[in-house]
């Protein structure tokens, strides 16, 4: 799959989500793709939080995604059950403006309520165009990539290094460099490359050109 020249949209529930499932990925396509990473919550309702929204363009800063890539949706963390409908509409209304090619979300083995919802409803405003979901291990249970993307040391590297920003999640334990390096190196494994981002395969809509 050829990603360059491409209309890419990341979307994730939680700011930290979009980076913990693909931000290598994302680091190693930003300067030649057209990215637009729309994260439904921005968490500010949780006093405990109130760092993450600037940690968050931070991150992205570091992989590579200008401050007009990133935006931080109007929806409240742990009731988008209930928001369902607007979510959809949301999303409706983002294939209108930006036009994807392709669409990263969460993965179907994720048991986050939240997380489950936004797959879903992606789905459904996204028809006829290729998703692929990606894991965020604290709380994907069954996952096994099968469509496997290599990345450079480098883009792990700055995968880390945009992790790194959250100071509000460094006593996490998905927030540890060295799993989020041991992720990357198995699904290298699995792909017989030094490292690679996996992802579970939602929808691929492709056609062959001459």
Do not use: W
Not at 31 to 53: A, G, I, M, R
Not at 105 to 131: C, K, P, W, Y
Not at 150 to 169: H, M, P
């Amino acid at each position: 799959m050829n990603f360059y020249g491409k209309r890419v949209l990341f979307l994730g529930a939680h700011p930290d989500d979009i980076e913990l499932g693909c931000g290598a990925l994302l680091h190693q396509i930003a300067p030649k793709t057209e990215v637009l990473c729309v994260t439904l919550s921005d968490n500010q309702k949780n006093p405990d939080l109130q760092n993450v929204k600037s940690e968050h363009y931070q991150s992205m800063q570091i992989l590579g995604v200008v401050e007009k890539g990133v935006i931080l949706g109007p929806f409240t963390t742990r009731v988008f059950p209930e928001a369902r409908q607007e979510i959809l509409e949301y999303f409706l209304k983002l294939r209108k403006d930006f036009k994807p090619d392709l669409i990263f979300t969460h993965s179907r083995q994720d048991v986050h309520q939240d997380h489950n919802i936004m797959t879903d409803e992606a789905l459904r405003a996204f028809r006829g165009i290729t998703v692929l979901g990606f894991d965020v291990v604290r709380s994907s249970y069954g996952f096994f990539p099968h469509f496997l993307v290599e990345v450079s040391e480098e883009n792990v590297n700055k995968k880390i290094e945009a992790l790194s920003k959250y100071t509000t999640y460094q006593d996490r334990y998905y927030f540890n460099s060295e799993l989020t390096r041991s992720i990357l190196i198995r699904h290298g494994a699995l792909a017989e490359r030094p490292f690679a981002e996996g992802f579970d395969i939602l929808r691929i809509v492709g056609n062959f050109e001459n």
